[in-house]
């Protein structure tokens, strides 16, 4: 995808910035002295930091790990990146094989937030900082910062796009006075993620009001979050749990499905071909397919919005988050602590861990060109395809 090579050639300068700009408690003061070494060993000392990520099915993981892997290098770190397949035990085996290499720093998204304990513990006694990626790690005192999104707000915007959708709230996001009563169904994400928690709650703290005045309604009666999760984001694990919805409430009744809250594009795509091919709803949301909501801006979803089928997802930059793990990453290798705009909410059962939060927006057909392709995150002939080129 070509934003990657836009990364490789940008990250590092984009750190140089970030890093120029800080002082005190950031990332050090100059380009020169992040490439001294600083206490912890730094880019002159050469040194590798592993990276692991959870799996190569979905293309923003890809794109997550190359764009770290870029800004490292250029920042002069060698990098160890790992993909773990979804797989937990191939996940911690890999971290144990960094640690053992002597990696600098760990940046790990994880598939299970709560399966780590044991090889970050072993980092910790290395003298290893570990940066959560994206994916709070649970259950342990032994992670030092955590890089992500203000994850509650992607699960409120992922909810006013439903509400926008289906015509009760505007465009800017105001009561239209339409009482419905719509239809809806709920989805989440995968219940060993914690951020997929932090999702479906800031998604229900907008649409319960609505669920208890009657203008949504929830014919499955399927609104638990243990209920609603779908393991691992799978795509063919939603696509299975929508046809069972339609075939047990909605198929061969007078009920119609309006809308749909899906966490992720995956998910959403599997959503769209239960609701094409077992609903037998149209293609197109102008001629009756419900307002199916998303996440991540993916390109094959971003072309479905802009064709009128999916309506909208949330854009997650993770251009910008791999840039805030490489500063931070930097940062502990100087020995200095990074930067925090948050050290009250994320709570990983064992301790409050400091992190930096990023914004996210709303993707809809209007805006893909002044959110998606303006910004180089994918181009025109990209989102008309619907590939990565």
Known sequence: MKFRKFLAAGAGAAVAISLAACSGGGA??????????????????????????PTETSERWIADGDAVKAGLEEAGFEVDLQYAADDIPTQQQQIDNMITNGVKALIVASIDGTTLSGQLEAAAAAGIPIIAYDRLINETENVDFYVSFDNFEVGVQQATSLLVGLGVLDAEGNETGDEGPYNIELFAGSPDDNNAGFFFNGAMSVLQPYLDSGVLVVPSGQTDFDTVATLRWLQETAQKRMEDILTSTYVGTDKKVDGVLSPYDGLSRGILTALEQTGGYPVAIADGMPIVTGQDAEIASVKLIADGTQFATIFKDTRKLADQSVTAAISYLNGEEPEANNTTDYDNGVKVVPSYLLESDIVYADNIQSLLVDSGYWTEEEVASGQAS
């Open 28 to 53: 050090g003061s100059s380009t020169e002295e992040s490439a001294s070494g600083g206490a912890g060993g730094g880019a002159a000392e050469g040194g590798t930091v592993g990276v692991a990520m």
